[in-house]
């Protein structure tokens, strides 16, 4: 009777044992469906970001050798010229233009920068700070790196759409990179060679599968801080994080302010003024009040920004109207220098001041961020450290490719096959929408992509086959 228990428990065992196998064989497959998927869909958009970012992160140094003579001027003997007359120059070189903004530098060989708006043309004019000649001109959108920019935050195209395409592109890298991990993990006892270090003696796809697995790994963690940091700035789920800031006041203060009632105006601080910290941009902007005084001129305004100490480069943005302000900020420094002043622009009073000490612990950590992202938190490094992530990210991209080109065959896309388990698939599709609520572009693709494959794809057989 012992034997025949035995020998039934042992059976029992083993029927498990295949069982669980088979759901682990069948979660590994649909998972491996929905990577593969993922990265054949967005790998061009990802290629765009990384490529765009990597040239981005070198914008002083390209800007400084590709307009030179607009940035530096022979420095003089004699101190500066007052910022009214600099302002007087450009006003006498551009008398149908407006003002808009003007930008300071630490460096004294350089130019101040005036933004402004010539016929419906924004631009920047370039000023030699000892003598108020106009060293030269740039059309804003035209600014070799302006391009770049918008390419990765717009893919040049512009609108709504395309940032959210954008947007859509790197969330879907998150989730590429997760699936990406799951793939990888060694199931067995593995030998080091395939999972941390790649077979390099090997040939065809175990090579390139190597070569696009293995770096995965080391650039996992790399790749999540990239992509976490850059999210902030998107449409859909920068809003979502601006609001868990403010409802947890982990942000910014409503109203940071010496005397003034609280800023009555709905306009935001990113609507009216340049190169604004993102931890401010959506401050209320307050209003001047005339109460008979006149006007402060800009040599006024920069005072104010030298006597509160505010660290250079920042912008001194123009009031618009007779109730606008002046906004002084700077968010090009390192991020604990972050500053946003409005300054009533007759009596001079500050009406807001927010200096990164004000900010909340998500604000802090996201300004902390951008700066990593930009590559200006620990200078050349940081770039560098930049520079090799993106490109990593494209050689993943290319690895990737190649290996999809060897096990593609002719008359359908090649992807993994199906898994066969529909309690599996289901669960993992459920993984899926938990990432979708937390990126909701991912989850309005997900529930497209599932219409799409119910109603479309399945009732038509050759792109049943074609994606099978």
């Known amino acids: 009777m012992n034997i025949e228990r035995d020998s039934n428990y042992e059976l029992e065992q083993s029927e498990k044992r295949k069982k669980n196998r088979k759901t682990k064989s069948a979660f590994y497959q649909s998972v491996w469906r929905w990577h593969f998927y993922a990265g054949l869909i967005f790998a061009p958009f990802l290629i765009i970001l990384a490529f765009s970012g990597a040239v981005y992160l070198f914008k002083p140094q390209i800007e400084s050798f590709l307009y030179n003579n607009q940035y530096y001027v022979q420095q003089a003997d004699s101190e500066a ?12 070189a551009y008398p149908d233009s407006t003002v808009t903004s003007v930008t ?46 918008k390419l990765h935050s717009e893919l040049i195209i512009g609108g709504t759409v395309a940032n959210r395409i954008v947007e859509l592109a790197a969330c879907w890298a998150v989730i590429l990179l997760v699936t990406g991990l799951y793939i990888w993990w060694p199931r067995n006892k593995a030998s080091i060679w395939g999972t941390i ?53 982990t942000g910014y203060p409503d109203y940071a302010q010496s005397w003034a009632e609280k800023p009555e105006s709905v306009v935001k601080t990113k609507d009216v003024a340049e190169n604004v910290p993102w931890a401010a941009e959506n401050l209320d902007v307050p209003l001047s009040v005339a109460n008979g005084y006149v006007p402060l001129s800009l040599s006024d305004a920069a005072f104010i920004a ?25 968010s090009h420094s390192t991020p604990w220098d972050d500053a946003t002043l409005h300054v009533d622009q007759y009596s001079g009073a500050k009406l807001t001041d927010v200096r990164f000490a004000d900010y909340g612990l998500l604000a802090k950590s996201i300004t902390v961020g951008i700066a990593l992202h930009e590559g200006r938190l620990f200078g050349f490094m940081n770039q560098l450290i930049g520079l090799f992530v993106c490109m990593g990210l494209i050689g993943l991209i290319v690895s990737s490719f190649i290996m999809w080109k060897k096990r593609k065959p002719e008359d359908r896309v090649g992807a993994p096959p199906k898994a066969k388990d529909k309690k599996v698939s289901r669960t993992v599709f459920v993984i899926m929408l938990i990432f979708g609520v937390l990126m909701p572009l991912v989850g309005i693709s997900i529930i497209i992509v599932y219409i799409l494959d119910r109603f479309v794809i399945q009732k038509f057989e050759p792109l049943r086959k074609w994606f099978s």
């Open 81 to 92: 010229i007052s910022a009214n007359e600099q302002l007087a120059k450009v006003s006498e």
């Open 104 to 149: 300071y530098y630490e460096e004294a060989n350089r130019t101040t920068e005036f933004a402004l708006s010539d016929q419906g043309v924004m631009k920047t004019v370039y000023v030699n700070p000892y003598n108020g000649e106009i060293a030269g001109e740039i059309e804003t959108d035209k600014k070799f790196t302006e391009v770049f920019k």
């Open 197 to 249: 270090l790649p077979r390099i003696t090997s040939e065809g796809r175990t090579f390139w599968r190597d070569m696009h697995a293995v770096p995965a790994f080391w650039l996992s963690v790399f790749l999540l801080i990239l992509i976490a940091t850059g999210l902030p700035w998107s449409g859909v789920l920068g809003e979502q994080i601006n609001r868990v800031a403010t409802s947890t006041n």
């Open 306 to 330: 030298e006597n509160e100490k505010i660290e250079k480069p920042y912008t001194i943005t123009m009031p618009q109207g007779d109730t606008g302000v002046y906004t002084i900020a700077t």
